[in-house]
């Protein structure tokens, strides 16, 4: 893969976040510096850590989707946790590291779906014999004993190239073949007061293997039969093991995790209350942060070189509430900017998945092609902005209550309405949210 520069980064982050451009120089910065580290001879790169990053900010205004569509851009397995999870009781300290697994998680479903598309064409060849075979008459299978050995197999051949023929032009797809199907059992109730969270390293997969798989003879059709024959042979080309190391290696020198609510276990040091759980979640993350090593089903995976993002609005407390040393790991803030009513009006219909876009496409699916005119999208950014002021500041999310509103009705009617072809302008938006957003109480039910 081609390592991006942090200014191509930004241009890409740009595609779907507008503004924000602290934060996406702090990201980029931070993504590139792994390239350079890579870069170094053993003995340096070992020494390098990466500079982890705070990003402080409001609700909804781009922290989580910054991160995630760089860990995306970059092809960086990418977790999403809640710091304050970890200070419910019962997860309290000892559950911290299953991020660590359920980051290796990702990478594996990560590196196996890649490690699939790889081994696809041959496994499509190998499913189209098998199926071939499915559909060959037992009789000619078989063949005749007495008859000349090499006159059969000639024979079998040029049967087998002709099914294959009308195979591969869809002859057979409806035409039912017999095969052997697994029927998986679950023995997860049986342990349900224990919760497959905790059964750890290779549990799960021990007690799928000590149940005995529940085969049966079916008939079913060809285009079955390819969807299950397909995924065994894919199965037995790809190698777990490769996977395995792949995947471990991969979470280590690229893995992203995102501690969203920082700024919810920080607070100055007391020894009653909720700040114990507090501080004991950040004591639990400090090593993790720092770099030890976890061990998971795949492996013992190295931190070190994990690169943390954490995030929080911050109102209450400050970064400099964390532990010292948790601090000295997170050298980076970032403030994210409060959107102003521009920003909307952007987030609107700039965005590849812009809003609007969004709305056009889903509603096209009834063939119905709407329009939203420059002073609709003006005015929704400016309702808004309104509400937001005048109610809760959800950032962002305010757009898709608003919006939701607004094409209630289409939505509802689309495919009975014989007009295909409906223009949302202005006038459209103030008759259906001006009466919403005038009344104050209305607007906290409603948008
Ligand atoms: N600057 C932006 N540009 C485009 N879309 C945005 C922007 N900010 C937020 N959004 C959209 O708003 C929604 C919420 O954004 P996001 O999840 O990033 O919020 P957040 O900052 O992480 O908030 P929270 O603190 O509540 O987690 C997402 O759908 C996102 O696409
Ligand atoms: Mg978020």
Redesign the pocket.
């Known amino acids: 893969m081609q390592a991006l520069t942090p200014r191509q980064i930004v241009e890409e982050l740009d595609r779907?976040?507008?503004?924000?451009k602290d934060a996406k120089r702090a990201v980029a910065i931070a993504i590139r510096n792994r390239w350079r580290r890579q870069q170094l001879d053993d003995k340096l790169r070992r020494e390098v850590t990466p500079k982890n990053i705070i990003?402080i900010?409001?609700?909804?205004?781009?922290?989580?989707?910054?991160a995630?569509r760089l860990a995306q851009l970059v092809h960086a397995p990418f977790l999403k946790i809640e710091a304050t999870k970890y200070t419910e009781v019962g997860y309290h300290g000892r559950d911290v590291e299953s991020m660590v697994r359920d980051l290796v998680e990702i990478a594996i479903t990560m590196v196996r779906g890649e490690e699939r598309v790889r081994v696809e064409e041959k496994a499509k060849e190998s499913t189209a014999d098998r199926l071939v075979s499915l559909l060959l008459p037992a009789s000619d299978d078989d063949g005749e004993k007495t008859e000349n050995d090499k006159e059969a197999a000639k024979r079998r051949g040029r049967t087998r190239q002709k099914l294959r023929k009308k195979l591969d032009a869809g002859d057979f797809e409806d035409r039912k073949v017999e095969m052997t199907v697994e029927q998986k059992v679950m023995p997860v109730q049986v342990f349900s007061n224990v919760g497959m969270e905790q059964m750890d390293i290779d549990m799960q997969r021990m007690f799928e293997n000590i149940i005995p798989k529940q085969t049966t003879r079916r008939q079913i059709t060809v285009k079955d039969a390819r969807r299950i024959l397909l995924d065994q042979e894919i199965e037995a080309l790809v190698d777990r093991e490769k996977i395995s190391q792949e995947a471990v290696q991969r979470t280590e020198e690229s893995g992203i995790i995102f501690i969203?609510?920082l700024d919810k276990i920080c607070g100055p040091e007391s020894s009653h209350g909720p700040d114990v759980s507090r501080q004991g979640v950040q004591r639990d993350l400090l090593p993790i942060v720092e770099g030890t090593n976890v061990m998971t089903r795949y492996g013992s995976v190295k931190t070190d070189h994990v690169l943390f993002i954490a995030?929080?609005?911050f109102h209450r407390s400050k970064p400099s509430d964390l532990m010292p040393e948790l601090q000295g790991r997170f050298p980076i803030r970032v403030e994210?900017q409060d959107?102003t009513k521009d920003?909307f009006l952007?987030?609107l219909h700039e965005?590849e998945?812009a809003l609007t876009r969004q709305y056009q496409a889903l509603l096209g699916t009834e063939n119905l092609e709407i329009q939203f005119t420059d002073d609709a999208i003006q005015e929704m950014a400016e309702y808004a902005f309104r509400v937001n002021k005048s109610t809760t500041n959800?950032?962002?999310?305010r757009?898709?209550t608003i919006i939701e509103k607004l094409v209630e009705d289409i939505s509802f009617d689309a495919p009975d309405m014989t007009d295909k072809h409906v223009r949302i302008d202005a006038e459209y938006v103030r008759k259906r949210l001006e009466s919403i957003t005038a009344d104050e109480d209305l607007s906290r039910f409603i948008l």
């Open positions: 779907f976040i507008i503004g924000q990003m900010g409001p609700t909804g205004v781009g922290k989580t989707e910054i995630r969203d609510e995030a929080g609005a994210l959107l920003d952007r987030i965005p998945n959800i950032g962002a999310r757009l898709h």
